[in-house]
């Protein structure tokens, strides 16, 4: 299985502030026809996973432009700008290039 | 929009079998793939298995022994059974769609295997 190291386990932020978050794949996650199938969720308390980036770089329909996302390979990045109440949470990031679908294991975003 | 919402027993008994179903609307089943995901005490997530738009599944090794994913198109819905369940399958189960990422989820299950 591919295994996801996700990167820190724990982030305090304050509002307003800034904040990344690393995700690391054991094997490259290039699918055979060119994409790169690496996704990144919030999970809030009380509710499902919600996605936010798929495939490395792309904005989900409604999620603002605060949040970005970038890597390539085996190495991927999630930053989060001018951080609000609403995105404290946990982030997962998700592989689906390769069977079967592995997570990361999460990162609690949090007020310092 | 696409919705879907999960249901089920929310205790299942050691070595029993657990059985959610998956209800969509808005979307047809027979397109795109309907996947199960569930998420243990302690945030771990684990991907468990699929059905695609045509029928065929995928399962995640580590379960496949035990687990069965099926489909009524004619009601819009997707199942999951999970057989000898032991108390390391407590956890709660969601459904979502799968287009290149998981994009649309249910609300989720919680299930808890004890006697």
């Known amino acids: 299985d591919v295994v996801m190291t996700q990167t820190p386990v724990s982030l305090p932020v304050s509002l307003g502030g800034q904040a990344s978050i690393s995700c690391r794949s054991s094997q490259s996650l290039v699918h055979s026809n060119g994409n790169t199938y690496l996704h990144w969720y919030l999970q809030k308390p009380g509710q499902s996973p919600q996605l936010l980036i798929y495939r490395v770089s792309n904005r989900f329909s409604g999620v603002p432009d605060r949040f970005s996302g970038s890597g390539s390979g085996t190495d991927f990045t999630l930053k989060i700008s001018r951080v609000e109440p609403e995105d404290l949470g946990d982030y997962y990031c998700?592989?689906?290039?390769?069977?079967?679908?592995?997570f990361g294991g999460g990162t609690k975003l949090e007020l310092k | 929009e696409v919705q879907l919402q999960e249901s089920g027993p929310g205790l299942v008994k050691p070595s029993q079998s657990l059985s959610l179903t998956c209800s969509v609307t808005?979307?047809?089943?027979?397109?795109?793939?309907w996947g199960w995901i569930r998420k243990f005490p302690g945030n771990k997530m684990e991907w468990i298995g699929h059905i695609s738009y045509s029928g065929s599944t995928s399962y995640n090794p580590s379960l496949k022994s035990r687990i069965s994913i099926t489909r009524d198109t004619s009601k819009n819905q997707f199942f999951l059974q999970l057989n000898s369940v032991t108390t390391e399958d407590t956890a709660t189960y969601y459904c979502?769609?799968?287009?290149?990422?998981?994009?649309?989820w249910g609300q989720g299950v919680m299930v808890t295997v004890s006697s």
């Open positions: 808005g979307y047809s089943i027979t397109s795109n793939y």
């Open positions: 979502a769609r799968y287009s290149s990422s998981f994009d649309y």
């Open positions: 998700l592989q689906s290039t390769h069977f079967p679908r592995t």
